[in-house]
Structures are given as structure tokens and as C-alpha cells.
């Protein structure tokens, strides 16, 4: 049998000419054409010296620059412009300075003043995904009573899930959060090459953390994932190590996943204390509970994070907090599965919010992959017991994403920063109108209308989304590939 990345990329070449838009044309929008001729009213680049790959672009006179600073707090830069190089933010500066960038070695400058005015955010961070199920969404239908048939029933769906779906699967989840502003994801899930097939593709940022014992692939193992972490070099995503749950991973299993955790020092992620009865079944099978089990293998540190955390007790959250271990909250996700709700006056008390980060699971547990909506939801969750401020949310879901996921530069405005921006048009619902004494109000009318879509999307330096259009991607025919997967899907189930 061929290697399976040989039948990845065939699947990408023949599936090319179809959902995929001339690569050439990523970085500016038009090669000189399309923007010139059909999008000039509406288009804020000027391409200055017809290069195929811009080096140097100039965002000229943003509004609002929103971004948490070095000292956690929100920090709100009016009138600024930004010059990036290749990949990174290389200064941040008062438009109105002409004296801090010479033209002569821009390549494109990007228009954020006119009109209204392009307000630019960092890129997000989705702390927890699985990013190939986006074919299945539909597949739990929310109106239905009895949620454990309607799992076993999507179950059934993802099993006859083939690679070429897995792929298509992962496109449309990373094109869909790219359209909410997200650039970097934690994706958790069994299997790794169509993940990085459609990382590569879209050119999203993604931890692809491939599961040593997993639920869907039942046939994994940690010396599967090590083949992947031993190249990881060769990769667009960044491999990492998954476990579907403690109460599925035998200790023989935690003990080689310790090893290989140590000997790559790469990130760990697993669904934790979920529900009192994953939780019940950890202690059958480990004889204590999640977080006390990982800390014993000394996998309870930096690169340890648990998605959900909604059962946990005193001494784990404190343990978390020393260990300085991630947890995502995902509070649609658990309302949808009925799971419980996440204590967060309890990471309020003992001082640990810090370690909290967001995420939007997969569709069939949040159908929108945003971070904005779901910032509302943890803020109005938890309204009774505690206030999740505006600005907590905003961090939780940029600097503070990024610094729990271990991602080095990233999150922030500030130079020395990677380039994963998001841009968004302030003439719009989401953010007018605002109190102009205090612009923090963008930050919260822009997670309580929640609504938002970009007009431009960053990544690396490169406009991947321009004019509100993808730019590598025709979403178009993504849709209705997605669209007849989904249905071929639903046919084979009933052979
Ligand atoms: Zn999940």
C-alpha cells in the first residue's frame, strides 16, 4: 500500500482544480487583475510593485488596534499603523509619523483608514477541536431527547468516515474558523495526515495532536503518534499527543505517552473530567482522579491540557495552577451535552483563571466555530456566581490562548509578533455604536453582538481571506463537495 501522504496528495491534486483558487494569487488578492478591475470600489489593497510574493506590507491608519499587553492588561491603540515583514509584526506606530517606514521597500499597502476604517484584533486561539467531524455536522440533531442514541448514531456516521472525508472534513472546519478570525487551532483527533493535508491547504495554524489511544481509531498507539513527532519538521501543523479520555487509556499506555511527552517535550491534550462518570470510571481504572493520576506520571506541567474540566476539585484546580497546566473551558458544548457547568468561581477563588483558555469542540457539540459566541456564553453562564470580565474573555481567547497552548509570539499586537491578524470593519453592528471616552466598549459590543465576520484575515504575513473573500479556497464548490460527502455518508450507513 502506498505511504498514506502519497494518497492524501493525490487526493489534494484531484480535488485541486475544483475547491481550490490559484495559490499564486494568496498574498494580495487580484495578481494585479481581479482587484483592479471587478473589486476596486470596494478593495483596500495598492500593490506598489507588482511582486507575486510581497514581502513588506503597510497598514496604514487602523482606527483601533486592540490587543492584550506585555502586562496582561487591554490595550487599545488609536490611529496606528503596522508595518509586517515576511511573517512577523515589525513595528507598530502613530499613522500620522510618515518617518517610520519608507516606501520604497513596501510592497503592498493595505488601506485601514478609509471609509469608516478597519479595526485590527490578533488572530484567535481555539484551544480544543476536531476539526475532520465538520462533516457530520446535522448528525446530533439537538431537538431530539435521548442525547446518548443521537451520539451512538453520529458514532455510527464517523465510522464509515473515509480519508478523502476526513480532509474535506478538516478544510471546511479551518476555512469556517478562519471566516470568525481564528488562526491558531489545537486540533485532538485520531488520525493525522488529512488533518495536515487541510492545515497545509488552508494554511491554518494547527497543533495537530494525534491520539495515542483513541476512540474512533481504536487501533492507535503511542508508537503510531512517535512516528509523526520524530518528523515533525517536515510538517505545515505541529504534531502533539491526544488521549480520548484517562478512564480509555490503560496505565501501560499513560506510561509510554509519559515517555514520548518527555523525550519530544511536545503538548498533551485529552478530554478531562467531563462528567461525573468518566471521572467514577479514571478512579476504577487508576485508582485516583484525573488530574492526581496525570500528575503522578508527571504528565501534570506546560504542555498538559484538559479540555472541559468540569468536575474537578479543589486540590486538582490548585494542582493545575502550581503545574501551570492549560484547561479549555467549552461552555456551549457542555450545555448542548448536558455535561455540568465549569466551576469558575472556584478558578476565581483559588487564584487559577489563568490557566483558562476557549474553544468551540466540533460541530456536533457547538455548530458555529466561533470564539466570540463563545465568549458570550462563558460570560452569561457564569453571570450568576461570578463576573467573567470583557477583557478576560477577549485575553482568554488571544495572549492568554496562545501562551497556554505554548505558542511562542503569538496573540498579541506588538513587534516581534507573528503576523496572524484579523481584520474587522468598524461601520459595522458589531462594534456602532460605541462610548468614544472609552473604547473598550468595541471589545465588549463586539463579544456581546457576536456576530461578526472578518473582512480580511492574516496568517504568517499572508492574506488568506481579502475583501471577505478566501483567497485560497472556492467556498462555493466547498460546500457542495462537503455537501454530497455528507450524503454518500449518510447513504453507506444504510447498506
Ligand atoms: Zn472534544
Not at 499527543?241 to 484517562?246: D, F, N, R
Not at 462563558?378 to 488571544?398: D, G, R, W
Request: charged share 25%; aromatic share 8%; glycine share 6%.
Amino acid at each position: 500500500m502506498a505511504h498514506p501522504s502519497y494518497y492524501y496528495r493525490y487526493f489534494f491534486y484531484s480535488y485541486a482544480n475544483m475547491i481550490l483558487r490559484d495559490v499564486q494569487n494568496l498574498t494580495y488578492p487580484d495578481g494585479g487583475v481581479e482587484f483592479k478591475s471587478t473589486r476596486k470600489s470596494s478593495s483596500r489593497y495598492s500593490v506598489l510593485h507588482g511582486k507575486k510574493k510581497p514581502e513588506t506590507i503597510l497598514i496604514h491608519g487602523s482606527p483601533f488596534v486592540i490587543s492584550i499587553g506585555s502586562q496582561g492588561k487591554l490595550e487599545i491603540r488609536e490611529r496606528a499603523s503596522l508595518l509586517i515583514r515576511g511573517d512577523t509584526i515589525e513595528d507598530i506606530f502613530d499613522s500620522s509619523d510618515r518617518s517610520r517606514v519608507n516606501l520604497e521597500t513596501v510592497d503592498v499597502i493595505y488601506d485601514a483608514e478609509q471609509r469608516g476604517g478597519v479595526v485590527i484584533t490578533p488572530g484567535f486561539i481555539n484551544a480544543h477541536a476536531h476539526p475532520p467531524m465538520y462533516l457530520l455536522r446535522s448528525a446530533l440533531a439537538f431537538e431530539e431527547d435521548d442525547l446518548a442514541t443521537s451520539l451512538k448514531r453520529m458514532a455510527l456516521l464517523e465510522q464509515q468516515m473515509t480519508a478523502e472525508d476526513f480532509v474535506l472534513g478538516a478544510i471546511g472546519d479551518f476555512t469556517e474558523e478562519q471566516r470568525w478570525g481564528i488562526t491558531s487551532i489545537l486540533s485532538h483527533y485520531g488520525v493525522f495526515d488529512p488533518v495536515e493535508e487541510a492545515a497545509g491547504i488552508t494554511r491554518q495554524q494547527v497543533i495537530n495532536a494525534v491520539s495515542a489511544a483513541s476512540n474512533s481509531h481504536p487501533h492507535n498507539t503511542p508508537e503510531m503518534v512517535e512516528t509523526y513527532l520524530k518528523a515533525a519538521r517536515t510538517y505545515h501543523s505541529t504534531p502533539a499527543v491526544a488521549l480520548h479520555y484517562l478512564y480509555k487509556t490503560s496505565p501501560s499506555v499513560l506510561e509510554r505517552v509519559a515517555r514520548l511527552v518527555k523525550k519530544y517535550n511536545v503538548l498533551l491534550t485529552m478530554h478531562s473530567a467531563e462528567t461525573k462518570d468518566y471521572v467514577e470510571q479514571c478512579a476504577r481504572l487508576h485508582g485516583d482522579t484525573p488530574v492526581k493520576v496525570l500528575d503522578k506520571y508527571g504528565l501534570l506541567g506546560p504542555n498538559c491540557i484538559l479540555s472541559h474540566g468540569i468536575y474537578l476539585t479543589r486540590e486538582e484546580v490548585e494542582l493545575i495552577r502550581d503545574r501551570k497546566a492549560g484547561v479549555v473551558h467549552l461552555p456551549t458544548s457542555n450545555l448542548l451535552h448536558r455535561s455540568g457547568t465549569f466551576n469558575y468561581p472556584l478558578f476565581k477563588k483559588v487564584g487559577a483563571t489563568d490557566r483558562i483558555a476557549l474553544g468551540t469542540d466540533s460541530v456536533i457539540s457547538k455548530n458555529r466555530l466561533d470564539l466570540l459566541s463563545e465568549a458570550l456564553q462563558a460570560k452569561t453562564l457564569h453571570q450568576e456566581m461570578s463576573n467573567v470580565s470583557y477583557v478576560e474573555l477577549f485575553n482568554m481567547i488571544t495572549a492568554q490562548g496562545a501562551s497556554i497552548l505554548g505558542l511562542k509570539n503569538v496573540g498579541r499586537i506588538a513587534p516581534g509578533y507573528r503576523a496572524d491578524l484579523a481584520f474587522w470593519k468598524l461601520k459595522d453592528r458589531g462594534f456602532l455604536p460605541f462610548d468614544e471616552n472609552d473604547p473598550s466598549t468595541l471589545v465588549s459590543n463586539m463579544i456581546t453582538h457576536g456576530g461578526h465576520n472578518i473582512r480580511d484575515l492574516m496568517i504568517r504575513g499572508q492574506f488568506i481571506i481579502s475583501n471577505r473573500m478566501h483567497n485560497i479556497v472556492h467556498e462555493g464548490i466547498l460546500l457542495e463537495r462537503l455537501h454530497e460527502a455528507h450524503r454518500a455518508l449518510r447513504e453507506r450507513i444504510k447498506k
